[in-house]
T-cell receptor, first 111, second 113 residues
Framework: RKEVEQDPGPFNVPEGATVAFNCTYS??????FFWYRQDCRKEPKLLMS???SGNEDGRFTAQLNRASQYISLLIRDSKLSDSATYLC????????????FGTGTQLKVEL | DTEVTQTPKHLVMGMTNKKSLKCEQH?????MYWYKQKAKKPPELMFV???????INESVPSRFSPECPNSSLLNLHLHALQPEDSALYLC????????????FGEGSRLTVL
């Protein structure tokens, strides 16, 4: 089983739609969790950290379920500019900064 | 614009060449990283420097040699590379080690002929 698993997509959605991505992780001792976005041929950029109680930043909501070992990202009112690959990133306990990146989920928002 | 600056943006080199990739940040971050990313794959950690000391080397071949001259600069020296080393090399920084909040540079796209 991969340490961090994501559905690669692509998810093709119309503008204005709500879309959700899930990510599962295998190390139950994992310490912290993040979503990054990466545009085609660009660098990854931190989108948001994921807190135990869930957190929201504008149209983006992140949730953590430690019992089931998954995190989710919900995007409401999708924009064309949201088209990107979304990377789930896990920081294992005691792992220094050896972050584990998922392979990413590709989102395409269409007119 | 990214606050982590990498040069060069593109590099083509032969297998016998010696070249260097450079990275600079002025955010006062004390941890800096080199990642390698192949097409349609996630970034793979190569090295971590914390307070200018190498703290993680992910068993990277010796043809890649990192250097951290000061807290703002990070270099990656390349020598006798193989064509399979062609990739996007990403530098990143963070306030401290053991945080998942990294700031990446735009990367140096390397082609080895």
């Amino acid at each position: 089983r991969k340490e961090v698993e994501q559905d690669p997509g692509p998810f093709n959605v119309p503008e204005g739609a709500t879309v959700a991505f899930n990510c599962t992780y295998s190390n139950s001792a994992s310490q912290s969790f993040f979503w990054y976005r990466q545009d085609c041929r660009k660098e990854p950029k931190l989108l948001m950290s994921v807190y135990s109680s869930g957190n929201e930043d504008g149209r983006f909501t992140a949730q953590l379920n430690r019992a089931s070992q998954y995190i989710s990202l919900l995007i409401r009112d999708s924009k064309l500019s949201d088209s990107a690959t979304y990377l789930c990133v896990v920081n294992p306990r005691g792992g220094g900064n050896k972050l584990t990146f998922g392979t990413g989920t590709q989102l395409k928002v269409e007119l | 614009d990214t606050e982590v600056t990498q040069t060069p943006k593109h590099l083509v080199m032969g297998m016998t060449n010696k070249k260097s990739l450079k990275c600079e940040q002025h955010m006062g971050h004390r941890a800096m990283y080199w990642y390698k990313q192949k097409a349609k794959k996630p970034p793979e950690l190569m090295f971590v420097y914390s307070y200018e000391k190498l703290s993680i080397n992910e068993s990277v071949p010796s043809r890649f040699s990192p250097e951290c001259p000061n807290s703002s600069l990070l270099n990656l020296h390349l020598h006798a590379l193989q064509p399979e080393d062609s990739a996007l090399y990403l530098c990143a920084s963070s306030q401290r080690e053991n945080t998942g909040e990294l700031f990446f540079g735009e990367g140096s796209r390397l082609t080895v002929l």
